[in-house]
């Protein structure tokens, strides 16, 4: 287990093999759910993927037309976390 300090200003430093554990990189975020009983869980914030986000992918790649069917499947892999 673990033990963090809390500092005068309520904020709390994570060492690097727990950030580590966690997946976690420099300027991404963490979630963390509160729970019955005083407990929390902790995880990385894993940013949920957006129709505009995918749109912005695409922009300005011109160099092949894709059909519908090719564009329905990259969506339903995108969608399903799939590269």
Do not use: C, S, Y
């Amino acid at each position: 287990m673990t033990t963090l300090t809390v500092t005068a200003r309520g904020q709390v430093t994570f060492r690097k093999e727990v950030l580590q554990h966690l997946g976690i990189k420099p300027g991404e975020k963490i979630e963390l759910d509160l729970l019955p009983d005083g407990r929390a869980a902790l995880k990385a914030a894993r940013p949920a993927g957006t129709m505009a986000g995918f749109v912005g992918f695409l922009a300005g790649r011109k160099a092949k037309v894709a059909t519908i069917e090719e564009i329905n499947e990259a969506a339903a892999e995108g969608w399903a976390g799939r590269k």
